[in-house]
């Protein structure tokens, strides 16, 4: 399967899943990393990689229906089959959710549904809860929303959102490899 990572920030999930690929524990292909942001570092991680990278701004467009068309000319061009959203900063809208359907996933750094949408940390840092965790889900048009596929807690250290956002990020890079092994699995078991 042939797999479009749309990230918009560091990529440190899209590296992980890159290497799980690499080193032969997910069978899949990355073709093409999408970014929103021109200016991400994860580009920079895309050419480390040596996976093409393309940039669509969505500013350039009049509406989310014409960025969304103008990158699924690009997933079609590049025959893709799943997409991966991995810190994509930005709802899919019907465009992408009407071509892929039950084949867009995410990850969120809570046990969903508590706490969705930004800071997701932050906020159950200001909730005081000593689990959080990490959830990997199919997408729907909602903020987080959509069928689980895989979660896993993951301790809040008090006060201290640099080691508790560390701690989410290594279960993170281990739970979103292990939820693609599953559903391309899955996927292998129905044909
Ligand atoms: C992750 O915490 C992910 O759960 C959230 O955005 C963050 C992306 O981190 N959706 P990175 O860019 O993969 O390092």
């Known amino acids: 399967p042939r797999i479009a990572v749309f990230a918009s920030g560091s990529g440190?999930?899209?590296?992980?899943?890159a290497e799980a690929i690499q080193s032969g524990e997910l069978g899949a292909d990355i073709p093409v990393l999408i970014t929103d942001k021109p200016l991400a570092p994860v580009i920079t991680r895309a050419e480390r990689l040596g996976i093409p990278a393309a940039a669509v701004n969505p500013k350039a467009f009049?509406?989310?229906a014409a960025f969304e068309r103008t990158v699924l000319a690009r997933l079609r061009d590049e025959e893709i089959d799943w997409i991966v959203l991995a810190g994509y900063m930005r709802l899919i809208?019907?465009?992408?959710?009407?071509?892929?359907?039950?084949?867009?996933?995410n990850i969120h750094p809570s046990l969903l549904p508590a706490f969705p949408g930004k800071d997701a940390v932050g906020q159950a840092l200001a909730a005081g809860?000593?689990?959080t965790g990490v959830t990997v889900h199919f997408v729907d048009e909602g903020m987080d929303t959509g069928p689980v596929i895989l979660q896993r807690?993951?301790?809040?250290?008090?006060?201290?959102?640099?080691?508790?956002?560390?701690a989410i990020h290594a279960i993170e890079h281990e739970l979103y490899k292990e939820a693609l092994q599953k559903l391309l699995a899955e996927e292998q078991s129905r044909v």
């Open 12 to 17: 440190s999930n899209f590296e992980a899943i």
């Open 62 to 64: 009049p509406d989310k």
């Open 93 to 105: 809208g019907p465009t992408l959710l009407g071509a892929f359907p039950n084949r867009i996933v």
């Open 129 to 131: 809860v000593e689990t």
């Open 153 to 166: 807690e993951v301790p809040v250290v008090p006060g201290d959102r640099e080691k508790t956002e560390a």
